[in-house]
């Protein structure tokens, strides 16, 4: 079932593309080359009334008297017009993406093959949900791409790619409310009520807003990058913001001296509460959670280096044709670990290919894959996908032609009087350089789907040496190395080719015994099982993690340390396993092997996140049993900020809880927050949501869910504030204990609610799912 069913989504992404190769065959194909959008936003009603003017220029093969724009179906389309005359238009849904509405537009005149016209839309978009993609709040406005919040020709989702182009942004917003886009800001005009921004991107891109209160950009050692923060951020996170700006300048200077070529500026860092990332040329909007950390974990400079690497991949050249996700998406993420690894060192950077391995693992594994040639983000797994097995590929294509090959072919991508490519195109240029073996990885890995299982045997004497068969159980055929260790401590490698569901062996010219051996030893080839690479049989470092983890769980602590211990062994700049193996070895009293370990962990750079989190949770769980809570302090609040995985942030707001509880020194809390969360229990209590409605950021939909929760069960309601900290001048985050009860079921937890300031007054901007442990 699962493979018919990848085949019918398979079938549906390529009768999108066909649809696309019939007009590139013989009918006309429009692209947009310039955006000029006019905006006013209201908060409430929340929308956003737009006049947007697309230039477009036919690349078809045929003349056109009719085009066809794509934009948020609940956007209300008022006007049409072509080269400034009215025009007719029509209405309907698009019959492969939900939130999409196609708009319909007879031409006047035929626009010739490399011709083009200018298009006018007038229209208005509600917001009435807040999402991670679009949301008009006071303080907290945002409009990505994704939202389709404006008119396009190809959207995300087109086979075809999306339409990147330079564009023009005037917004006019409230008074008070600071617009950040992309590009250079032309001009800021005040008047009484309302400020007007225009911004001018001269770089292949999509136009976004990011809007709220924020404080004057930082900036630093690196010239030309600005960190746009809220107001009242936490001083603490200053030592991040420091230091990513200083890294982002590394990075900026290591892909110039890469490309030759210097990148345009301002580039913008920009925090927003909404979103997790996304980049785009010459801005990152990264979520305030992140940006609130007090020092630069992996996972940051892993997305500035890819998210900076847009500057040139997508911002000097546009993408477009079946493949453009692999490259605009793909090739960013292998140049970040190049990065690692000259910033780092070689093991760092082997170190991002394996973070890659390990993330996508679990979907190869499933066999739900698709094509990397047709996907783009209607697949629900594209970003899994292309921004993991995407940079594993360009991996084996180094490989196979060379590094410095493939980065000249890169590089030869970012000609300025190129301006366009496709990856068969690309492709084209990669075969030249490196032959029948590049076509090969290319073909397998990006046009179909394999699935590789390889096995090795026992080393035998034969005529011909040392020999191991070798096998593979999956499909695919696979070029790799194949290391022998002897007795001696020679480490002996050979090169072997398995065929797609075929047997085949490798002979090591040695007259010393071996004593181990092991297909793809660095892990180049991606795989759906790992467990089988060596002989004696060697579980993959994933799995004996997954192991120790399991056992953890199930409190089998002595079980627990030594599966994290021959985890750490497998994969030494993991960690993950040498952290958890701290913490297994302090949770049974073996204090001083558990500090070594979770240093270890610290010492490995850049730290991931969950690591720093889950050391400091134990740092502070060993300090507290101690009794020395003003120490404990420090470790839970550091883990708090690292904002990593849910257990670990939700070990953490307790444990902060608990140590200053016990040195007194909880946070004061503002008056005015412990009456808003009376009023709030009061509204919950009353059964009536328009009692709470006026206590509620209204867009947030799962906030509507919950007061419509709150009409139907009627709970009997109490919220004890436990913990209160502002987060911003804007936001404060307020820990509470629950005691509910519906009808006869009781229920008691935490929660954490974040409130929004609203005048002199409070909104409920947020309750998050994963912090909400009423049970």
Same mark, same amino acid.
């Given at each position: 079932m699962k493979r018919i069913l990848l085949a019918l989504l398979s079938l549906s992404l390529l009768s999108i593309w066909n649809v696309g190769a019939q007009e590139s065959e013989g009918r006309a194909l429009f692209e947009a080359d310039h955006f000029n959008i006019t905006a006013q936003a209201q908060f409430s009603p929340a929308t956003i009334d737009?006049?947007?003017?697309?230039?477009?220029?036919?690349?078809?093969?045929?003349?056109?008297?009719?085009?066809?724009?794509?934009?948020?179906?609940?956007a209300k389309v008022s006007a049409v017009s072509v080269e400034g005359a009215t025009a007719q238009f029509r209405e309907f849904d698009d019959r492969f993406v939900a939130i999409l509405k196609n708009v319909a537009i007879n031409l006047p005149k035929s626009v010739p093959v490399g011709g083009s016209t200018t298009?006018?839309?007038?229209?208005?978009?509600?917001?009435?949900?807040?999402?991670?993609?679009?949301?008009?709040?006071?303080? $907290?406005?945002?409009?990505?791409?994704?939202?389709?919040?404006?008119?396009?020709?190809?959207?995300?989702?087109?086979?075809?790619?999306? $339409?990147?182009?330079p564009f023009t942004l005037t917004v006019t917003l409230p008074q008070g409310e600071q617009a950040i886009s992309g590009g250079a800001l032309k001009s800021e005009s005040p008047a009484s009520n309302a400020t007007t921004y225009v911004y001018e991107q001269t770089l292949p891109g999509q136009p976004f807003l990011v809007a709220g209160h924020y404080d004057k950009p930082v900036t630093g050692k690196a010239a030309g990058v600005e960190v746009y923060l809220p107001k009242g951020l936490n001083a603490a996170s200053r030592q991040q913001i420091d230091q990513m700006i200083e890294e982002a300048g590394r990075i900026l200077d290591y892909y110039s001296k890469l490309f030759g070529?210097?990148?345009?500026?301002?580039?913008?860092?920009?925090?927003?509460s909404r979103i997790n990332s996304f980049a785009s040329p010459s801005s990152l909007i990264f979520n305030l959670n992140i940006l609130r950390r007090d020092i630069l974990v992996n996972e940051m400079v892993e997305s500035l280096a890819s998210g900076l690497a847009r500057n040139w991949i997508g911002g000097q050249i546009r993408f477009t044709d079946r493949g453009w996700g692999v490259l605009i998406d793909g090739l960013p993420r292998y140049l970040s670990a190049l990065y690692f690894g000259e910033r780092f060192g070689a093991d760092a950077g082997k170190e991002a290919f394996e973070r890659y391995r390990r993330v996508y693992a679990p979907l190869g594994a499933s066999k739900r894959d698709l094509h990397l040639i047709v996907q783009t983000p209607l697949y629900d797994k594209y970003y899994a996908s292309v921004l993991n097995k995407g940079p594993l590929v360009w991996r084996m294509v180094e490989r196979e032609m060379g590094r410095d090959k493939l980065l000249s072919a890169i590089k030869g991508l970012l000609s300025p009087e190129q301006g366009r490519t496709t990856f068969d195109e690309f492709r084209k240029t990669l075969i030249a350089a490196g032959?029948?073996?590049?076509?090969?990885?290319?073909?397998?890995?990006? $046009?179909?789907?394999? $699935?590789?299982d390889l096995m090795i045997g026992i080393p035998r004497p034969t005529e011909k040496g040392i020999t191991s068969a070798l096998r593979n159980f999956g499909t695919g055929d696979v070029k790799v190395d194949v290391l022998a260790i002897t007795d001696k401590g020679e480490r002996l490698i050979e090169q072997a080719t398995i065929p797609s569901e075929g047997l085949s062996e490798v002979h090591f010219n040695t007259a010393n015994k071996i004593v181990s051996v092991e297909v793809d030893p660095d892990k180049i080839v991606p795989q759906i099982n790992y467990d089988n690479d060596a002989q004696p049989k060697q579980l993959s470092g994933l799995t004996v993690y997954n192991e120790g983890y399991s056992l953890y769980v199930k409190q089998d602590l002595a079980g627990a340390e030594a599966k994290f211990r021959e985890a750490a062994k497998l994969e030494p700049q993991h960690g993950l396993p040498r952290v958890w193996l701290g913490r297994v070895l302090a949770l049974q009293g073996k204090t001083d092997e558990a500090m070594k370990e979770l240093n270890a962990a610290l010492e490995i750079q850049p730290p991931l996140a969950a690591v720093v989190a889950w050391a400091n949770i134990t740092l502070g769980e060993l300090a507290q049993a101690k009794g020395e809570s003003e120490k404990a302090i420090g470790y839970f609040k550091h883990a708090v900020l690292m904002d990593a995985e849910v257990a670990a942030t939700t070990a953490a707001r307790a444990g902060l809880i608990k140590a200053e509880t016990a040195a007194n020194k909880l946070p004061p809390v503002e008056e005015s927050v412990r009456s808003f969360i009376s009023q709030l229990d009061k509204a919950i209590n009353s059964g009536n949501a328009q009692a709470l409605a006026p206590l509620i950021v209204r867009t947030n939909a799962k906030l509507k869910k919950f007061m419509n929760g709150v009409a139907i069960n009627k709970p009997q309601w109490t919220s004890e504030i436990l913990r209160a900290e502002a987060l911003d001048a804007d936001l404060t985050a307020v820990d509470v204990n629950v005691k509910a009860r519906e009808g006869d079921r009781s229920f008691s937890g935490t929660a954490l609610l974040i409130l929004r300031r609203a005048g002199s007054g409070w909104l409920l901007d947020n309750i998050p799912e994963e912090l909400f442990n009423v049970k």
């Amino acid at each position: 079932m699962k493979r018919i069913l990848l085949a019918l989504l398979s079938l549906s992404l390529l009768s999108i593309w066909n649809v696309g190769a019939q007009e590139s065959e013989g009918r006309a194909l429009f692209e947009a080359d310039h955006f000029n959008i006019t905006a006013q936003a209201q908060f409430s009603p929340a929308t956003i009334d737009s006049q947007a003017t697309v230039k477009v220029t036919n690349r078809g093969t045929a003349a056109a008297r009719q085009l066809t724009l794509k934009i948020n179906k609940k956007a209300k389309v008022s006007a049409v017009s072509v080269e400034g005359a009215t025009a007719q238009f029509r209405e309907f849904d698009d019959r492969f993406v939900a939130i999409l509405k196609n708009v319909a537009i007879n031409l006047p005149k035929s626009v010739p093959v490399g011709g083009s016209t200018t298009i006018t839309v007038s229209y208005s978009f509600p917001v009435e949900e807040a999402s991670a993609t679009a949301a008009l709040t006071p303080g $907290d406005t945002l409009l990505l791409p994704e939202s389709h919040w404006f008119p396009v020709v190809n959207s995300i989702f087109s086979p075809h790619g999306a $339409d990147y182009a330079p564009f023009t942004l005037t917004v006019t917003l409230p008074q008070g409310e600071q617009a950040i886009s992309g590009g250079a800001l032309k001009s800021e005009s005040p008047a009484s009520n309302a400020t007007t921004y225009v911004y001018e991107q001269t770089l292949p891109g999509q136009p976004f807003l990011v809007a709220g209160h924020y404080d004057k950009p930082v900036t630093g050692k690196a010239a030309g990058v600005e960190v746009y923060l809220p107001k009242g951020l936490n001083a603490a996170s200053r030592q991040q913001i420091d230091q990513m700006i200083e890294e982002a300048g590394r990075i900026l200077d290591y892909y110039s001296k890469l490309f030759g070529a210097k990148p345009a500026t301002p580039i913008r860092i920009i925090g927003s509460s909404r979103i997790n990332s996304f980049a785009s040329p010459s801005s990152l909007i990264f979520n305030l959670n992140i940006l609130r950390r007090d020092i630069l974990v992996n996972e940051m400079v892993e997305s500035l280096a890819s998210g900076l690497a847009r500057n040139w991949i997508g911002g000097q050249i546009r993408f477009t044709d079946r493949g453009w996700g692999v490259l605009i998406d793909g090739l960013p993420r292998y140049l970040s670990a190049l990065y690692f690894g000259e910033r780092f060192g070689a093991d760092a950077g082997k170190e991002a290919f394996e973070r890659y391995r390990r993330v996508y693992a679990p979907l190869g594994a499933s066999k739900r894959d698709l094509h990397l040639i047709v996907q783009t983000p209607l697949y629900d797994k594209y970003y899994a996908s292309v921004l993991n097995k995407g940079p594993l590929v360009w991996r084996m294509v180094e490989r196979e032609m060379g590094r410095d090959k493939l980065l000249s072919a890169i590089k030869g991508l970012l000609s300025p009087e190129q301006g366009r490519t496709t990856f068969d195109e690309f492709r084209k240029t990669l075969i030249a350089a490196g032959g029948k073996g590049v076509e090969t990885i290319l073909f397998q890995w990006i $046009d179909k789907v394999v $699935d590789p299982d390889l096995m090795i045997g026992i080393p035998r004497p034969t005529e011909k040496g040392i020999t191991s068969a070798l096998r593979n159980f999956g499909t695919g055929d696979v070029k790799v190395d194949v290391l022998a260790i002897t007795d001696k401590g020679e480490r002996l490698i050979e090169q072997a080719t398995i065929p797609s569901e075929g047997l085949s062996e490798v002979h090591f010219n040695t007259a010393n015994k071996i004593v181990s051996v092991e297909v793809d030893p660095d892990k180049i080839v991606p795989q759906i099982n790992y467990d089988n690479d060596a002989q004696p049989k060697q579980l993959s470092g994933l799995t004996v993690y997954n192991e120790g983890y399991s056992l953890y769980v199930k409190q089998d602590l002595a079980g627990a340390e030594a599966k994290f211990r021959e985890a750490a062994k497998l994969e030494p700049q993991h960690g993950l396993p040498r952290v958890w193996l701290g913490r297994v070895l302090a949770l049974q009293g073996k204090t001083d092997e558990a500090m070594k370990e979770l240093n270890a962990a610290l010492e490995i750079q850049p730290p991931l996140a969950a690591v720093v989190a889950w050391a400091n949770i134990t740092l502070g769980e060993l300090a507290q049993a101690k009794g020395e809570s003003e120490k404990a302090i420090g470790y839970f609040k550091h883990a708090v900020l690292m904002d990593a995985e849910v257990a670990a942030t939700t070990a953490a707001r307790a444990g902060l809880i608990k140590a200053e509880t016990a040195a007194n020194k909880l946070p004061p809390v503002e008056e005015s927050v412990r009456s808003f969360i009376s009023q709030l229990d009061k509204a919950i209590n009353s059964g009536n949501a328009q009692a709470l409605a006026p206590l509620i950021v209204r867009t947030n939909a799962k906030l509507k869910k919950f007061m419509n929760g709150v009409a139907i069960n009627k709970p009997q309601w109490t919220s004890e504030i436990l913990r209160a900290e502002a987060l911003d001048a804007d936001l404060t985050a307020v820990d509470v204990n629950v005691k509910a009860r519906e009808g006869d079921r009781s229920f008691s937890g935490t929660a954490l609610l974040i409130l929004r300031r609203a005048g002199s007054g409070w909104l409920l901007d947020n309750i998050p799912e994963e912090l909400f442990n009423v049970k």
